[in-house]
């Protein structure tokens, strides 16, 4: 027997006439490309996305339309999101990081019809545009008077509004609908598409304000650090409007001082993104000798939190939420909230239980296989490859059945590339990525241990280990270190350091000094390209 209940389908257009409604004095506070810092509700956020959307139909824009942007966290690039999937198009978030080749590929295989882009990054398309589509329509995001002279013929976005009218009667699309289109950043072979839906949005939001709107009070300001051109800046452009969360957008000032104003100036409550930011952001708040006014929570994710980061910023009375995900898997997976035993515990275990990576969120399943494929048990010791399975996550690639059948094993679970282990209290711990993890004498060493471990060090402000061949071992652990002052440890000293954590043969053969390491295009500690850096290393006992 069936239920007798309505359906409706999930629509992203519903979260901002929901805002606009519920929360109408919230705001979208935006540092401009402009220069100034912009203001505006969800009730004129939504009268503008609605000339947006009838302006999209007026160039021709129609169901299913791949319509891309290449821009900041800003009000004008949340009008695009939920003015194009409004229309039931799809929007192409393009992570401007990408290398040229990645951005010519991406675009073409996206068959992108219009391309919204800040004035910043102009010339990085002046620069491919022999070789994106010849009828790709350019439109930049500023008004006339900001237009910036170039090559693309392009359209002013301020003006593509400007007569249109203020509302539009958002269509009931069939919830499978595709609404969004983000490529993973591609460290092999090409970018993968991952084609988002109104459902999957609706839910994952819906799923994130279970685990975290308790943290996140009504009329309180969240910094989406985390670009909305990666992963839909975690779902926040979502999950903020259904709280009622003031949203205030950095645009491109991501160092540490010029957040430090802003989270300052603006009060806000709880900022999200990559440890990599964040370093940035405490070393400001340690010149300032004080936190921003009213920053009170963080959510870190993308790669491991360091435990010597969530020390600090737990200190401050800022409570640190570990999360961890992938553009995969709309991206959250698992989250930090903790459950009241944890925040119970003495300091430094409570400290290390938020360096795991939290639990999962309802409707995300966890497991984790041995190398045949066998379950391994949730009991903090076994360890495995993590696959997950869930109403969030892809079940293939956009346009590509090569990577698409890979991705799902005969269950129907995604392999996540990620080794893990989960405790009987469903607690996550990454151990690695698999192509991180470092192979020593048939033995596994996990390079975000042996990181966390040298970070707690005062003399070292950041590092990485890889792994570099060796004959005997097959490969061996090296640290790469940037230090945070003059002073400069031996290798025998980081191993006294380090040695309570770790066996003496699963400590680094080699200390290597650098003033930074690279990063990928999401931000994080690139060790593909440390590890071509360092392609003509010897380890010091084959020297
Ligand atoms: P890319 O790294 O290509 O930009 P994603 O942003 O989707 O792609 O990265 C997902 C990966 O990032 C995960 O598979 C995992 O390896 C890593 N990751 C994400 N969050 C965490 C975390 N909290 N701790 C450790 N690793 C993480």
Redesign the pocket.
Known sequence: MLGMMMHRPLMISDILTYAAEAHPTAEIVSVRTEGDLHRQTYPETLARVSQLAHALQGHGIRLGDRVATLAWNGYRHFELYYAISGIGAVCHTINPRLSAEQLIYIVNHAEDKLLFVDTTFVPILEAVKDHLPKDLIYVVMTDRDHMPENSLDALCYEELLTGQPESFDWPMLDENTASGLCY????TGNPKGALYSHRSTVLHALLVTSVLGSTLPEGAGVLPVVPLF??NAWGLPYTAPLLGLNMIMPGGALDGPSLYKLMDGEKVHSAWGVPTVWMGLLAEIKAQGRKPEGFADVV??????PRSMIEAFEKMDVSVG????????S?IG?HGNMPNWVKQLPFDQMIDKKAQ??RRVFGVELKIVDDHGNRQPHDGKAIGE?YVRGNTIVSGYFNNAEASEKAIDAEGWFG???IASIDSNGFLS?Q??SK?LIKSGGEWISS?DLENAAMSHPAIANCAAIAMPHPKWDERPVLIAVPAGDDRPALEDMHDHMSEHFAKWQLPDDLIWVDELPL???G?TSKLTLRQQFADYKLPDLR
């Open positions: 993973t950043s591609g460290t990666h992963v870190v994710g993308g790669s491991a939190a570990h999360a961890w995900g992938m553009t995969e898997m991206p698992t990576q939290g993590l996540t590339g990620d990454i690695d990525r991180d975000i990928t295009a999401t994080k």
